[in-house]
């Protein structure tokens, strides 16, 4: 049930009903609830026309207006010294010292994947790239985080290599390089699958654009690809008499990518901004026409004239409810004063990158759209995007909390050790993802440092002595056991890996995958876990700067479980000469535990998932002082050059990512443990290093500095895995381990 | 019999690989080129005497796999 | 100094690099734009990696016919050197400049990691400064990187030690007959400094980068 806020008076507009009959009124076809009509009514003063339905319908869509969420999002901390942009433009944007700016976004494609999973991929990652050119920045890496219902589905495979295709085709197709990501599998997102993806941009304080439309005068420019009915009905929604869903198969146009426009209009558009010919930017995304025009002109405080007759096309015959509504990809709105008319139109033409004069921006507020001389649509600029409803969505604690959190296994005797870690590397979600970054350019650009398959990315900036890290992070079963505490910790862990690069955290973006939010447990597990970012980035001192929220993830009633995905950026001034890595360990050097080692909490952990197909229990809170301490000793023994091997101890815990150390390295490690849960419990704050034995007081010296628990645990020796612990061992040879752990994803394919 | 199965791209979906080959065709001096679409024909020999048995199987293969029907239609032609 | 040429189509993406790297092999390094067609002053060019035209109808069948092309024909005929790497491969085959045409990858998969590759032939513009049998760990990074040749006229100079996508005779670099053409499927550039996993690239970009330095006798 939808409550309005208070500063939507619901006077008595008269709201159209059907004819008996008869097909539903234009406002309910195009999505708009009766509510809604009425406030549109009374922002215009009068009865909307078609066109401009169709422009409220797009831009009060959950997508773009966040209407359920926002309400709850204000509660991020977004303020740092070296925040330049924070959310409510394109991208977030901050200053890294010496004139450098990073711009930094991520994106949900959820729903256009599960329909078409090649190009619902690939037009996220087009999506993505011009949130991040758009502030006047190169984009200069992405990361995935994809999700899907297990492998053993034939359709959740399709959607897997569907997804891992389409973003690999854009990806290495526009020319940048995806350098990191996340790959993890649930029954839960079998008929939802996620894709969410992430860009970083790199730019010279003075290259940075807003989506500013100017001052009165200043020239609208619709730049890019032709525009088609791509995201909107095949017929239009207005010509058709009888409204009939059944007949035939009017699914709305597929958006169709094209990773070579991009590159043109990238190109293009730096261009631009190296010579100083915009005033302000805009990319055309979800709600295209109404979205570009509308938000720059409030951003400035302005209005604007727009002549849809002017906009290049591909189809003939759009209408203009269509042509505002339209979601064609590769198009960007460029506001240029008109002395550079003419320089812009020729930069365009020397890419050739179509463009057409589309509007002038003129005082007042109003947005008014003609097809020729006829006006189509006239409203106020600002009631598109600022006066868009905002629903208080009730919430509460789902009765099964309590539940979940008894539902713990109690074991007492350990299963075969050796068979449960192979099982954990079998484990899709766990195993290599080499499978899909090996699609991947991850190397193009020659500034990736630390690539796919460590815990964060590491890319340096040629012609500086600083490097950037990248972590991102999701974990949908430890949010769905503790929405708050889960996400909390996703930050934590997210900051500790940028760490473990030398890198220290400056800035998160997240991207809100939940379920339907009209229902008040998924609005309940948003409200948690927003307080936990919230809580874990104030403790930090590390400011939201974007994010992405996308809600209706949920399939025949079913939810998906709340999955928050973190990415964290760090910056290492100076970047360390040899950063850390998993491949580096040999034979005699020490094996150390950063963090508790007494810790035993099973809840939600990939042992009791993978081995007894349970999930239940409370995980543990996160403790930010050992948080912050966790990252301080990172930071040290990078900068002391201490660590030629650091790795987080997370999914899997302690027994797989000790295992992954020795996968990558090709050497046996020896360790023991006082009880047997240790090794697969997921507490947080916990990190493993491979150091020198002759190093050990200097490492000890670190740990005691940032008042952190360490100890050396095991050694690495020899071609074998072996766990000892009271009564049993666990004894895996190293290459069958990792022959477990490469063929995990590809033999599931075949 | 000889079946060829052509698989085209629905109107309403935007076809870049089309535009860009146009373009190409126009900086070569083809000025005369109004559209270009690119398309895809698969070509199949398949058992069987009666035509309209062996274009009803073809039809059920392109519905499961041979076409994407979220992107493409597709035309079954039956050589006699 | 001597003056390389690093081909800008629509589409190409490692043309910075490739001036990266060059520079680092002692090139002075420069962008030619691909409509460009006076390439005076020039001592060789390269057609660097990327996804010319995005590919569209096949790898390097619109960039062929840039007007910057009949210029490096020209050159080629001449006996300067002219290196294609990845997406440049693809552009020289296409123009007859080499001999064959590239296919999909046998597995249908693009591929990004590191191959070791080996000299077998150092009679060419890319291999002269290497000994022969000499292995390096280059960059692969193609979908459409299968070389193919059934005129068998082409020179395999670089050899694949494992087969990574089903190229003929396993060749990683194929040269024309007199070896001042040289395609190369994997990238050199990005092989060109440690912190980036390998600089065994710089041993192929010196002995291009030396070749362009001196006298042609044609």
């Given at each position: 049930m939808t409550i309005p806020t208070d500063d939507l008076q619901f006077e008595d507009a008269y709201v159209p009903e059907p004819e008996p009959g008869g097909p539903e009124p234009l406002h309910r076809r195009l999505g708009l609830t009766d509510d809604e009509y009425r406030a549109i009514c009374r922002i215009l003063g009068r009865d909307p026309r078609p066109a401009e339905l169709a422009m409220y319908s797009v831009m009060w869509s959950e997508h773009c207006s966040y209407k359920s969420s926002r309400p709850f999002l204000g509660r991020f901390?977004?303020?740092?010294?070296?925040?330049?942009?924070?959310?409510?433009?394109?991208?977030?944007?901050?200053?890294?010292?010496?004139?450098?700016?990073?711009?930094?976004?991520?994106?949900?494609?959820?729903?256009?994947?599960?329909?078409?999973?090649?190009?619902?991929?690939?037009?996220?990652?087009?999506?993505?790239?011009?949130?991040?050119?758009?502030?006047?920045?190169?984009?200069?890496?992405?990361?995935?985080?994809?999700?899907?219902?297990?492998?053993d589905h034939p359709r959740n495979r399709y959607l897997f290599s569907g997804t891992v295709s389409g973003i690999a085709w854009y990806g290495n197709a526009v020319g940048v390089p995806t350098v990191g990501g996340e790959v993890a599998f649930e029954e839960c997102y079998s008929g939802n699958p996620l894709v969410n993806v992430m860009c970083l941009g790199l730019m010279r304080a003075d290259e940075l654009v807003l989506g500013t439309a100017g001052r009165p005068g200043t020239v609208a420019i619709l730049l890019g690809a032709a525009t088609g009915r791509d995201g909107i009905g095949g017929a239009s929604v207005l010509a058709s008499a009888s409204f009939d869903e059944s007949s035939g198969a009017k699914r709305p146009s597929v958006q169709v990518g094209d990773p070579f426009e991009e590159k043109k209009l990238i190109e293009a558009c730096l261009e631009l901004y190296r010579r100083g010919l915009v005033v302000g930017i805009q990319d055309l995304g979800a709600a295209g026409l109404s979205c570009a025009t509308s938000e720059p002109a409030a951003r400035a405080g302005v209005g604007m004239e727009v002549h849809l007759e002017a906009v290049h096309v591909r189809e003939s015959g759009m209408t203009p409810a269509e042509l505002l509504m339209s979601e064609s990809q590769e198009r960007m709105m460029a506001f240029v004063d008109p002395a550079h008319v003419d320089d812009v139109l020729a930069v365009a033409r020397r890419?050739?990158?179509?463009?057409?004069?589309?509007?002038?921006?003129?005082?007042?507020?109003?947005?008014?759209?003609?097809?020729?001389?006829?006006?189509?649509?006239?409203?106020?600029?600002?009631?598109?995007?600022?006066?868009?409803?905002?629903?208080?969505?009730?919430?509460?604690?789902?009765?099964?909390?309590?539940?979940?959190?008894?539902?713990?296994?109690?074991?007492?005797?350990?299963?075969?050790?050796?068979?449960?870690?192979?099982?954990?590397?079998?484990?899709?979600?766990?195993?290599?993802?080499?499978?899909?970054?090996?699609?991947?350019?991850?190397?193009?650009?020659?500034?990736?440092?630390?690539?796919?398959?460590?815990?964060?990315?590491?890319?340096?900036?040629?012609?500086?002595?600083?490097?950037?890290?990248?972590?991102?992070?999701?974990n949908g079963r430890l949010c769905y056991l503790d929405p708050r505490r889960g996400a909390a910790r996703l930050v934590y862990e997210a900051a500790l890996n940028v760490a473990l690069c030398g890198a220290r955290p400056r800035a998160v973006v997240d991207n809100l995958n939940f379920g339907n939010p009209e229902k008040p447990e998924v609005m309940w597990q948003f409200r948690e876990t927003v307080e936990g970012i919230a809580d874990a980035c104030?403790?930090?001192?590390?400011?939201?700067?974007?994010?992405?929220?996308?809600?209706?993830?949920?399939?025949?009633?079913?939810?998906?479980?709340?999955?928050?995905?973190?990415?964290?950026?760090?910056?290492?001034?100076?970047?360390?000469?040899?950063?850390?890595?998993?491949?580096?360990?040999?034979?005699?050097?020490?094996?150390?535990?950063?963090?508790?080692?007494?810790?035993?909490?099973?809840?939600?952990?990939?042992?009791?998932?993978?081995?007894?197909?349970?999930?239940?229990?409370?995980?543990?809170?996160?403790?930010?002082?050992?948080?912050?301490?966790?990252?301080?000793?990172?930071?040290?023994?990078?900068?002391?050059?201490?660590?030629?091997?650091?790795?987080?101890?997370?999914?899997?815990?302690?027994?797989?990512?000790?295992?992954?150390?020795?996968?990558?390295?090709?050497?046996?490690?020896?360790?023991?443990?006082?009880?047997?849960?240790?090794?697969?419990?997921?507490?947080?704050?916990?990190?493993?290093?491979?150091?020198?034995?002759?190093?050990?007081?200097?490492?000890?010296?670190?740990?005691?500095?940032?008042?952190?628990?360490?100890?050396?645990?095991?050694?690495?020796?020899?071609?074998?895995?072996?766990?000892?612990?009271?009564?049993?061992?666990?004894?895996?040879?190293?290459?069958?381990?990792?022959?477990?752990?490469?063929?995990?994803?590809?033999?599931?394919?075949? | 019999m000889k079946v060829t199965v052509n698989i085209v791209r629905r109107p309403d979906v935007a076809d870049p690989q089309g535009a860009t080959v146009a373009r190409a065709l126009h900086d070569l001096g083809h000025a005369s080129v109004r559209s270009v679409r690119v398309d895809r024909a698969i070509h199949l020999e398949v058992d069987g005497d009666d035509p309209e048995a062996v274009r009803a199987e073809v039809v059920r293969m392109c519905e499961e796999l041979l076409a994407n029907p979220v992107l493409e239609d597709f035309e079954v032609v039956v050589e006699e | 100094m001597t003056r390389i040429g690093v081909v800008t189509f629509p589409g190409s993406n490692c043309e910075h690099d490739t001036v990266w790297a060059l520079t680092l092999a002692g090139a002075d390094a420069e962008l030619v734009w691909h409509r460009d067609t006076d390439l005076t002053g020039l001592d060789g060019v390269v057609l660097p990696g990327g996804f010319a035209h995005g590919d569209y109808l096949r790898p390097g069948a619109i960039a062929r016919f840039s007007p910057v092309m009949s210029e490096v024909a020209r050159l080629a005929s001449e006996g300067r050197p002219v290196l294609g790497i990845c997406n440049g491969f693809q552009i020289l085959c296409e123009a007859g400049l080499i001999p064959g045409a590239h296919i999909a990858n046998r597995d249908l998969a693009f591929i990004c990691r590191p191959v070791e590759v080996e000299v077998v032939d150092t009679d060419s513009i890319l291999t002269r400064a290497a000994e022969p049998g000499r292995r390096l760990t280059i960059p692969l990074n193609s979908y459409e990187g299968a070389w193919v040749d059934p005129s068998r006229a082409g020179r395999v100079v670089l050899r694949y030690v494992d087969d990574p996508n089903g190229s003929q005779d396993r060749a990683a670099a194929v040269a024309n007959e007199a070896g001042n053409v040289v395609g190369i499927m994997p990238h050199p550039e990005r092989a060109s400094e440690a912190v980036l996993g390998s600089d065994d690239g710089l041993v192929l970009l010196a002995g291009f980068v030396d070749s362009c330095g001196r006298e042609v006798t044609v």
């Open positions: 901390p977004t303020e740092a010294p070296w925040v330049v942009v924070g959310p409510g433009e394109n991208a977030g944007v901050i200053d890294l010292g010496d004139g450098w700016l990073a711009a930094l976004r991520i994106e949900s494609h959820n729903h256009p994947t599960f329909v078409e999973p090649f190009q619902g991929a690939a037009t996220g990652i087009g999506g993505i790239l011009r949130d991040v050119f758009t502030m006047g920045a190169r984009p200069v890496a992405l990361w995935d985080q994809i999700r899907f219902g297990p492998l890419w050739e990158v179509d463009a057409s004069v589309v509007g002038t921006v003129r005082s007042g507020g109003m947005l008014s759209v003609y097809e020729g001389d006829e006006l189509v649509a006239e409203v106020p600029a600002a009631s598109l995007s600022e006066d868009a409803p905002r629903y208080r969505r009730e919430l509460g604690e789902p009765g099964w909390m309590e539940d979940l959190w008894s539902n713990t296994l109690g074991l007492v005797a350990p299963p075969d050790t050796s068979e449960t870690l192979l099982r954990l590397l079998d484990d899709p979600s766990i195993a290599s993802a080499a499978w899909v970054y090996e699609q991947y350019d991850h190397m193009l650009f020659l500034n990736t440092v630390v690539g796919p398959g460590h815990d964060a990315s590491l890319l340096r900036i040629k012609g500086t002595t600083k490097g950037l890290a990248v972590s991102t992070d999701g104030e403790a930090l001192g590390v400011p939201v700067v974007g994010g992405n929220v996308s809600f209706y993830n949920e399939t025949d009633g079913r939810d998906i479980y709340p999955t928050p995905v973190v990415g964290m950026l760090g910056l290492a001034d100076p970047m360390p000469p040899s950063p850390p890595r998993l491949d580096r360990a040999t034979d005699g050097m020490d094996l150390w535990l950063f963090g508790l080692e007494r810790a035993i909490n099973l809840a939600g952990s990939a042992f009791e998932q993978v081995t007894f197909g349970h999930v239940g229990g409370r995980p543990s809170a996160p403790d930010p002082t050992l948080a912050k301490a966790a990252v301080e000793a990172a930071l040290s023994l990078v900068s002391e050059g201490l660590a030629p091997v650091l790795h987080d101890v997370s999914d899997g815990s302690l027994a797989v990512a000790v295992a992954e150390i020795c996968i990558a390295s090709e050497v046996g490690v020896s360790l023991r443990v006082s009880d047997w849960r240790h090794l697969y419990t997921e507490d947080p704050h916990r990190f493993l290093a491979a150091t020198d034995p002759d190093d050990a007081e200097r490492v000890a010296a670190v740990a005691a500095e940032a008042g952190i628990p360490a100890r050396p645990i095991g050694r690495f020796e020899g071609t074998e895995i072996v766990f000892e612990m009271p009564g049993a061992a666990a004894v895996v040879d190293v290459e069958t381990a990792a022959r477990t752990y490469r063929e995990a994803i590809p033999r599931r394919l075949r | - | -």
